[in-house]
């Protein structure tokens, strides 16, 4: 933790700087999780030690709860368990995964003092928990919570008062960090990580914070390397600058981001962004033609008519009528494409949405045209090192792959690339994953560009499982 300080932040309390210079990719620190668990809904289908998901996991053969890749993972992750394991025999059922977490923090917090590690930089009862800005509905809930740990808490642990546990469970309520499978696609968990903790806001940020699982293949877990986050330089950071992440998507509007922040961590965002309303004209734009713009009463209408457009988008998702999706946005985005900017939030979340059921329909070519959109729209908006448009980028180079669009499919996935690069770093498996497929496109682009006819009558042979044939004009 040379590379940090604590400092005072004006109007946001304590922080960290920078004691050194830092470049676009660079590693600042990373830190192990003091805990972390597996969400309630995931249990049984991602591993307790690991955080992968697997098709088929072992279980715990005491608690039937605990649930891991091999007897490798289990045993890796058995310092965690054990008391957690004997406690849920016990109480006769599972607690929910808010309670699993203060309970594993405390077990450890007894066993080994509240400075865990010499790279500590806080202890748990110096983070805020800001219980006393809770809501009404917000308080009923943690005393539920507390409620249901005490009775699932052995007497034969160590006893701890009402204001530690609550404290406990405040922090976990504003600085839990989502814990993602190995590939970083989907929340599968939550952790808290104390030195994280002591990062603070901005909507256009420094840093960002990616998961990395390390290697737990070893069959000695000795071997293992522990899951641990990486708090990463996003371009060039000064000595003595804050340092900074983004709690909030930035896509939101100025407005529901401090909503967002005021609701869930309980401070007012003064960043220049929201401050200033940076890139809100252009997230509620109107589409300009020949310097000519649309009424402000038209946008306004095509903003309305997209916004409830979208609810009933998300219904028919949720309902799995993924032709029923298709239909809502294509008749949406016919009446309001003419009206709205390619940077439109609401018009992007049609585009975003379409491409991705279009491609689960396998209709690549309709796919690609809306996510190459979707990315260009992005790109008016995110920072250029966002982890977001990286992913976005991603998604979009594999749909023009698929849709035989070579060209534009390569440019795309080593744009994402170059970005995943910065955020994520070169040993991440879906950094390695977009070499494979960086490398995989070249090939295909050279073949391309050397005979069209050949490249075309490959790929046709490849994806209908066939032998190629070949017709040679002499």
Known sequence: MENVAIFDSPGKGRGLKATKEFWA??????????????????????????????????RCGQCKFGHYCDRTCQRAGWAEHKQECGAIKAYGKVPNENIRLVARIIWRLDKEGSVMSDMQLTTLEELEDHIDDMQEDELKELKVDIHNFLDFWPRSSKQHTIDNISHIFGVINCN?????DQRGLQAVGVGLFANLCLVNHDCWPNCTVILNHGNQSAVNTMFHSQRRIELRSLG???EGEELTVSYVDFLNLSEERRRLLKTQYFFDCTCEHCKNHIKDDLKLGGLEVDGVKPTEEQVKE???YCFQMLEKMDNARLNGNYHEVVKICKDCIEKTEPVLADTHIYQLR???TLSEVQAYLQFFNEAAEYARKMVQGYMKLYHPNNAVLGMAAMRAGVTHWQAGEIEVGHGMICKAYAILMVTHGPTHPITKDLEAMRMQTEMEL???KQNEYVYHSMREAA???????????L
């Open 463 to 473: 994806l209908k499982n066939k032998p190629m044939q070949v017709q040679l004009v």
């Open 236 to 238: 060039k950071i000064e």
């Open 176 to 180: 839990g960090f989502t814990v993602s």
């Open 350 to 352: 049609m585009w975003s």
């Open 302 to 304: 095509a903003t309305d």
């Open 25 to 58: 990719g660079d590693v600042i620190f990373s830190e192990p999780s003091i805990s972390a668990v597996v969400f309630d809904s995931l249990s049984e289908r991602i591993c307790h030690s690991c955080f992968r998901r697997q098709d088929k996991l072992q």
């Open 446 to 448: 050279r073949m391309f």
